[in-house]
């Protein structure tokens, strides 16, 4: 990351209609069948925007999204189009959209975040200790934080909460409830081989995906995409391979580090959440341009 720089905390373009402004992501319209999204410096944390953009960080969602979208379309079609985002705007918006956007097609965005867990941590580490179980999914006593799932990735999906309020995990027969049996379990199938592939191809690179999440959405005939994001330092835990040891929370390149250090803030998680200091600004960028460049690098 270039110290000089500009960080982008949100976008202002007028070439194109104003949609919505997600936690992370800018939208505007293009056409009828298409959007432009822009990755912003934003960073969410406990469901609450931060007022600190991190350097580079929209570049890097950006460039690992595409990486992934384009290694694993053969799992699944993605959202991506082929028109260039900087062919959309004027000269004086090039700064907003370069290296940091992309158009995608204009899809219906299912009403659940599909999160597929390798390792027992988090939510899900909290949740198998009061009950044995992860999202409704029994998983062997005994297990240590952290611990490998046993039998491979389980799918343990969430509602998608309006902006500063919380997602809250459900189970299978949940989300069977809110999409219908089929679709339900196309995503759960789609999703599991997402994780899968991925993490086996991280493994090679040293890094471990412990967890991720994705997002799916159709289009007019039903047909299912994956959109959004996928496998960022946003959406997953990636943890150094060499340093994984069942038991404890490994250090990750992900945006645990900042949760870690808000934790230790006398903070209720909910907006407005504290101003992160310049070290661990600088550490987070570090950090997220490090996994991108081990993941993506030959």
Not at 39 to 47: H, P
Not at 81 to 102: G, I, K, Y
Not at 114 to 143: F, H, M, N
Not at 207 to 231: C, H, M, P, S, V
């Amino acid at each position: 990351m270039n110290p000089s720089e500009k960080t982008l905390l949100e976008s202002s373009l007028t070439s194109l209609k104003f949609l919505h402004r997600g936690k992370v992501r800018d939208i505007y319209a293009v056409d009828e069948d298409k959007l432009l999204i822009i990755q912003t410096d934003r960073l969410s944390a406990f469901d609450v925007v931060l007022k600190t953009p991190v350097p580079g960080k929209g570049k890097v969602l950006t460039a690992m999204s595409s990486f992934w979208f384009r290694k694993l379309s053969h799992i699944i079609p993605n959202h991506l189009t082929e028109f260039s985002p900087e062919s959309l705007v004027s000269t004086e918006e090039l700064e907003q959209v370069v290296d940091r956007a992309f158009v995608v097609k204009r899809l219906k965005p299912l009403p659940i975040e599909a999160i597929v867990r390798g390792y027992v941590v988090g939510s899900g580490w909290k949740d198998y200790q009061k009950t044995g179980e992860i999202c409704g999914i029994t998983l062997p006593t005994g297990l240590q934080q952290a611990a490998k799932i046993p039998d491979g990735a389980i799918f343990t999906p969430s509602t998608k909460a309006d902006l500063g309020a919380h997602d809250e995990n459900i189970s299978f027969a949940e989300a069977e409830k809110l999409l219908g049996s089929a679709l339900a379990a196309q995503v759960r199938d789609k999703a599991i081989a997402l994780y899968t592939e991925a993490a086996d191809y991280a493994v090679k690179k040293g890094i471990i995906i412990a967890d991720t999440k994705f997002e799916f959405g159709q289009d007019n005939t039903g047909k299912l995409y994956l959109i959004d994001e996928a496998l960022t330092p946003d959406s997953s835990r990636f943890w150094p391979a060499d340093q994984y040891v069942p038991g404890k929370n490994p250090p990750s390149y992900d945006k645990q580090f900042v949760r870690d250090w808000l934790e230790t803030q006398d903070w209720n998680k909910k907006a407005p959440a504290p101003i992160l200091p310049a070290n661990i600004l600088s550490q987070t960028s570090e950090k997220y341009q490090e996994v991108l460049r081990l993941l993506t690098v030959k």
